[in-house]
């Protein structure tokens, strides 16, 4: 029997070989990548894929090579298209309008629309972002602000996006979607709950408790100390406030912020009712200019894959080959198809970096419906 060593000589030749003719196909990949571009013609060709994996794998004498050498062409093919889309993209065919950088956002003249009333964590968001004297108004509902951006009333709507206990904010997931508007910023801020009253009330008065879903969901420990009180949901924590303030009845009371409970004229009952100290929602500042910050280090995308088992874990590639950190990945169904969903990326990045219009290039081209939906 050979040594090892001798085995290993061997296998170190076969592998010359294989680098050599990896180079060889590589270098022919290329030209197929300049007729491409002069031709106009897309860099996937699926059919081509397929017939190509059926015929190498075809060509392998047992079942386990067969699927050997079917991932091996997975793979080289991918290898092939990233050095495509790397010519594209030098070729400058980026394929959409281009985001223009800006040096910075005027928060100065600035109109902002943020959700809710006076006194809602988005107001708080808002002047954490653009200054506490900046020029603000609100409305009641996300969809009416992600409107308001549309329609040029405003030029920054500041919405939440993540909460560190609830997580994601779905219906702006869906708005980002529907909404031709572009995230430019985010900010962080703690949100840390109370319980308030008209002045006068006592928590033994208390019968009925108002606030956004969410927000009673984050104070769950201690609603659930005074399980006879009964739970209403409504638009907004600050709406919660102003409600009480409007009804004037003691045994009314609000899970909001202590901003809100003072805008409104209410009485703290119970400081502090989080479940968790550290609670803090993400906001995104969001305009309709296609427009992006020259020092933004993160970019958001989504997109539709097709139904394939493999479909996610190709498109992932884009990210490793680039070298580019995601930060987040969530999805949400797509509406009119069961089951079918469509994924929010976040990835480290900046749009002028040639690593991520590269793998941008390829994202676009491998998935459906692709759109950035910010880099900020
Ligand atoms: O034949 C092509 O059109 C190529 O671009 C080459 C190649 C390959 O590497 O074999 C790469 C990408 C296409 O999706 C199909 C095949």
Same mark, same amino acid.
């Given at each position: 029997m050979a040594s090892l060593e001798e085995l290993r000589l061997q296998l170190d030749e076969i592998d010359d070989q294989m680098v050599r003719l990896y180079e060889e196909r590589m270098k022919v990949c290329a030209q197929v990548?300049?007729?491409?571009?002069?031709?106009?013609?897309?860099?996937?060709?699926?059919?081509?894929?397929?017939?190509?994996?059926?015929?190498?794998?075809?060509?392998?004498?047992?079942?386990?090579?067969?699927?050997?050498?079917?991932?091996? *062409?997975?793979?080289?093919?991918?290898?092939?298209?990233?050095?495509?889309?790397?010519?594209? @993209?030098?070729?400058?065919?980026?394929?959409?309008?281009?985001? /223009?950088?800006?040096?910075?956002?005027?928060a100065k003249n600035a109109r902002i629309v943020f959700p809710g009333t006076e006194g809602a964590y988005s107001q708080a968001a808002t002047k954490d972002y653009f200054g506490e004297n900046c020029n603000s108004f609100y409305v009641r509902t996300f969809r009416e602000a992600m409107e308001a951006i549309e329609d040029g009333a405003a030029d920054y709507a500041v919405l939440p996006i993540e909460n560190s206990t609830a997580g994601s904010v779905d219906e702006m997931y869906d708005l980002? @979607?529907?909404?031709?508007? *572009? /995230?430019?910023?985010?900010? !962080?801020?703690? /949100?840390?709950?109370?319980?308030?009253?008209?002045?006068?009330?006592?928590?033994?008065?208390?019968?009925? @408790? *108002?606030?956004?879903?969410?927000?009673?969901?984050?104070?769950?420990?201690?609603?659930?100390?005074?399980?006879?009180?009964?739970?209403?949901?409504?638009?907004?924590?600050? !709406?919660?406030?102003?409600? !009480?303030?409007?009804?004037?009845?003691?045994?009314?009371?609000?899970?909001?912020?202590? *901003?809100?409970?003072?805008?409104?004229?209410?009485?703290?009952?119970?400081?502090? !009712?989080?479940?968790?100290?550290?609670?803090?929602?993400?906001?995104?500042?969001?305009?309709?200019?296609? @427009?992006f910050l020259k020092h933004a280090q993160k970019i958001s995308i989504c997109l539709e894959l097709p139904h394939e088992s493999g479909s996610l874990y190709r498109l992932l590639s884009h990210f490793i080959y680039n070298d580019l950190n995601m930060t987040r990945i969530e999805s949400r169904p797509i509406e009119g198809k069961n089951w079918e969903y469509r994924f929010f990326i976040d990835f480290e990045g900046n749009m002028a970096d040639p690593a991520v219009k590269n793998a941008i290039r390829g994202l676009r081209e491998e998935s459906r419906n692709m759109r950035i939906l910010g880099n900020y």
């Open positions: 990548g300049e007729y491409k571009i002069k031709n106009g013609k897309k860099v996937l060709d699926r059919q081509r894929e397929k017939n190509k994996l059926q015929a190498v794998s075809e060509k392998a004498s047992s079942e386990f090579n067969k699927k050997g050498v079917r991932e091996l *062409y997975e793979q080289l093919m991918s290898m092939s298209r990233k050095l495509q889309y790397q010519q594209l @993209v030098k070729a400058g065919a980026l394929g959409r309008l281009p985001f /223009i950088e800006m040096e910075s956002l005027d980002l @979607v529907e909404f031709e508007n *572009y /995230i430019v910023g985010e900010t !962080i801020i703690p /949100i840390i709950h109370t319980l308030s009253g008209v002045p006068g009330a006592k928590l033994t008065d208390i019968e009925r @408790v *108002y606030s956004k879903g969410v927000a009673l969901m984050q104070a769950s420990h201690f609603l659930d100390d005074h399980s006879d009180w009964q739970q209403i949901s409504v638009a907004n924590t600050a !709406i919660a406030a102003r409600k !009480i303030r409007d009804d004037k009845d003691q045994a009314q009371a609000a899970v909001c912020s202590a *901003y809100a409970a003072e805008v409104h004229g209410l009485e703290i009952l119970e400081e502090n !009712i989080n479940d968790d100290q550290t609670n803090c929602t993400r906001f995104i500042v969001v305009t309709n200019q296609k @427009v």
